[in-house]
Structures are given as C-alpha cells and as structure tokens.
C-alpha cells in the first residue's frame, strides 16, 4: 500500500503529479509477459479466477508469500496480470456491470501488479530497496516503488500511488486499506483467495474485523494509558472520519469510534473503557511479508472465506 496523504513521506497534492511528468523517463514498467498458449478470451463478468492458484499456491495462512516459488513459476500470475493489465473498468466497462465488480478488480489488479513488481526483481528485503532514480535521491524511499516504478492495468501504464489513490476517490469505502497489499509487514494479510463481486461487502467487512483483532495493528497498554493503532490508521485518518462522519452525523467521528465498529465484543468494551487515552501509532514494518521457510510454513488448500 502505499505511499501518499500525511504518510510523512510526501505530501502528494502536487509534488507527485511533478514527479511522475519530470521523472518519467526514469521510471522502471512491470509490463505484463507475452503469453504461451493461445489467446485469452474475455467474458462479462470479468473472472478472477487465474488469481485463485496464485493465492492459494504461493500465500499461506499467515498472509506470507513464497516469492522464490511464485519467481520459479510465475505462469499463473503472468497470464493474470495480463488479463487486468489488458482489461478494467474504464478500458472495458461492459465487462464489470455492477459496483462491486469494479471494486473487486481495483483491489485485486492492485495486488496482483505488487506481486509481479516483487518478483520480476531477484531479491528484495522490503520494497524501500527499490528506491527513488537518482535525479530525486532526496525523496523518500517508498516513492521508488510506489511512484516511480510504473504498472499496466486497463492498457494503461499508472503508479501503485496513481492506482491507490483512485480506488480511494472512487468507492470512498475506508475498508479497501485492509484488502491493498503493498508486500509488507506491515499490511494487511494478502489472503489466499482473490476477491469477487459476490459477498464483496461482508468480504470487505470480514478483512477489517480480521485486521482489527490482531494486536499488532490495535492493542491498548493501560499503564501507559494510550491505544496503540496501525500507522495506516493515521496516514488515512480522513478517510476514517469522513466516512463516520457520513453515516454517522449525530456522533464525534474518531478513529477508535471507527475501530469500535469491527472489534470484537471484548474490543468494543475494553475500547470503551479506553475512550480517554491517548492514541499512538506503531512504526510500519516495511520488510517483506516473504515466508521464512515455504516449505514448512505454505501449502494446504484454500477455500473462500464465509462471509
């Protein structure tokens, strides 16, 4: 995910845009592989199904990806991101009628060009090693992978910044944060199975509670008196208030109020009881969700997660 808002690395508004007309040239294009095997044919609704073997082949429970094995047999996740890369909702609407058709491809073409980016390079420890091009050594070190590195999705060359940010100001649904996967620690679990238009809300939904429940991204330390939240709380906390805010006009908009909505009932009360602590953010870990050792941790089948 990402790069962008009040993420202390840029402020995006108009430096980007700068970016990405002065530094084209120096840009580097994950562009999708020709294909073996004949031609893709493409049906309305557009199928997410090429991603299934990806997902549950190279990801395990832990949101881990084995990127040696998906860099020894990429053939799967090739002739995917040739599909998005060829195809979206605004190069071929006829093939996403509904809302969540469209949603379901934004999310799943995002993570799906994040993977390729990883795996067309030999070794990476976090996506911070793909820095900025030298002409803009100055900028911080997510604008290599995030800005500068370029995508294709919908026949057309764009950022992960670029593409984050549109699915943002198109769907205005905070909880697409916890379905982007940026190949970090840091991020949500990448999940073994891609996202469909069918269920996507209770999908969404199950995600946020998922990733809410973890500890690592919400945990409340009483002798300190503070709530310690994930970073992407804060870098998207407009995006958290605004929202509440809508739905929710009679009430204070908080993060915690937020967080409240998709914590457990244990949460939600000890939420509560924390109402006048502090809130603190816990530093992104920017290393690689790689697996440790594939072999032991990866393998067993993956089924769509029930609503």
């Given at each position: 995910?990402?790069?962008?808002?009040?993420?202390?690395?840029?402020?995006?508004?108009?430096?980007?845009?700068?970016?990405?007309?002065?530094?084209?040239?120096?840009c580097?294009?994950?562009?999708?592989?020709?294909?073996?095997?004949?031609?893709?044919?493409?049906?309305?609704?557009?199928?997410?199904?090429?991603?299934?073997?990806?997902?549950?082949?190279?990801?395990?429970?832990?949101?881990?990806?084995?990127?040696?094995?998906?860099?020894?047999?990429?053939?799967?996740?090739?002739?995917?991101?040739?599909?998005?890369?060829?195809?979206?909702?605004?190069?071929?609407?006829?093939?996403?009628?509904?809302?969540?058709?469209?949603?379901?491809?934004?999310?799943?073409?995002?993570?799906?060009?994040?993977?390729?980016?990883?795996?067309r390079?030999?070794?990476?420890?976090?996506?911070?090693?793909?820095?900025?091009?030298?002409?803009?050594?100055?900028?911080?070190?997510?604008?290599?992978?995030?800005?500068?590195?370029?995508?294709?999705?919908?026949?057309?060359?764009?950022?992960?910044?670029?593409?984050?940010?549109?699915?943002?100001?198109?769907?205005?649904?905070?909880?697409?944060?916890?379905?982007?996967?940026?190949?970090?620690?840091?991020?949500?679990?990448?999940?073994?199975?891609?996202?469909?238009?069918?269920q996507?809300d209770?999908?969404?939904?199950?995600?946020?509670?998922?990733?809410?429940?973890e500890?690592?991204?919400?945990?409340?330390?009483?002798?300190?008196?503070?709530?310690?939240?994930?970073?992407?709380?804060?870098?998207?906390?407009?995006?958290?208030?605004?929202?509440?805010?809508?739905?929710?006009?009679?009430?204070?908009?908080?993060?915690?109020?937020?967080?409240?909505?998709?914590?457990?009932?244990?949460?939600?009360?000890?939420?509560?009881?924390?109402?006048?602590?502090?809130?603190?953010?816990?530093?992104?870990?920017?290393?690689?969700?790689?697996?440790?050792?594939?072999a032991?941790?990866?393998?067993?089948?993956?089924?769509?997660p029930?609503?």
């Amino acid at each position: 995910m990402r790069f962008g808002n009040a993420r202390g690395p840029v402020r995006a508004g108009l430096v980007v845009p700068l970016l990405l007309v002065v530094g084209v040239s120096a840009c580097t294009t994950v562009r999708p592989r020709a294909l073996q095997g004949g031609p893709i044919v493409i049906r309305a609704p557009f199928s997410h199904a090429g991603f299934d073997p990806v997902l549950s082949g190279f990801v395990n429970e832990q949101g881990e990806v084995d990127y040696a094995g998906l860099r020894a047999e990429s053939e799967a996740l090739d002739r995917y991101y040739y599909q998005v890369a060829r195809y979206s909702p605004d190069s071929n609407p006829e093939l996403f009628p509904t809302e969540a058709d469209r949603l379901a491809y934004w999310i799943n073409g995002y993570n799906a060009a994040v993977l390729s980016a990883v795996v067309r390079r030999d070794s990476l420890d976090s996506v911070l090693d793909v820095g900025p091009p030298f002409p803009f050594f100055f900028l911080p070190r997510q604008s290599g992978f995030f800005v500068f590195q370029r995508v294709w999705l919908g026949d057309e060359s764009t950022s992960l910044w670029s593409v984050e940010n549109r699915i943002r100001k198109r769907f205005k649904d905070p909880r697409v944060h916890f379905a982007l996967n940026c190949a970090s620690r840091g991020c949500p679990r990448l999940p073994r199975t891609p996202f469909r238009a069918e269920q996507l809300d209770a999908r969404l939904d199950r995600e946020t509670r998922e990733f809410v429940s973890e500890p690592r991204n919400v945990r409340i330390d009483d002798a300190e008196r503070a709530v310690y939240l994930s970073a992407i709380f804060d870098w998207y906390r407009s995006d958290f208030l605004e929202w509440l805010a809508e739905r929710f006009p009679d009430t204070t908009p908080t993060l915690l109020a937020y967080v409240t909505l998709y914590a457990t009932p244990e949460q939600a009360s000890a939420l509560s009881r924390a109402a006048s602590y502090e809130v603190r953010f816990v530093p992104y870990d920017w290393g690689l969700n790689a697996q440790s050792d594939p072999a032991v941790s990866g393998g067993g089948e993956a089924v769509d997660p029930e609503p």
